[in-house]
Nanobody, 122 residues
Framework: QVQLVESGGGSVQAGGSLRLSCAAS????????MGWFRQAPGKEREEFAAIYTVGGSTYYADSVKGRFTIFQDNAKNTVYLQMNSLKPEDTAMYYC???????????????WGQGTQVTVSS
């Protein structure tokens, strides 16, 4: 079983920045990707950033491209999300995920963290 623990959420004004962390632990992790998803009230959970653990290739949804950066520290089994120029519409519960991700964006054997709240006020 893989455990994922997110941290770094909070409240910030529009235009501000936050950095989220996701630390992975447990048995030897079998997967090729870690990603960030978010879910706003009344909406579906959506993937918006991912990073392949070997090679470091990244994916960003258009809604965050140019504002958010995903990066990893493999020695610490930790993935980070630097969020800049935050907008009120970024308000959501943010979840870390780990598993197998295809180039087309499909996930398999995915583990989830418990989530961390991000609130952006105008």
């Amino acid at each position: 079983q893989v455990q994922l623990v997110e941290s770094g959420g909070g409240s910030v004004q529009a235009g501000g920045s936050l950095r989220l962390s996701c630390a992975a632990s447990g048995y030897t992790y079998a997967g090729n990707c870690m990603g960030w998803f978010r879910q706003a009230p009344g909406k579906e959970r959506e993937e918006f950033a991912a990073i392949y653990t070997v090679g470091g290739s990244t994916y960003y949804a258009d809604s965050v491209k140019g504002r958010f950066t995903i990066f990893q520290d493999n020695a610490k089994n930790t993935v980070y999300l630097q969020m800049n120029s935050l907008k009120p519409e970024d308000t959501a519960m943010y979840y870390c995920a780990a598993g197998f991700r295809s180039p087309g964006g499909s996930w398999a054997n995915r583990f989830w963290g418990q989530g961390t709240q991000v609130t952006v006020s105008s």
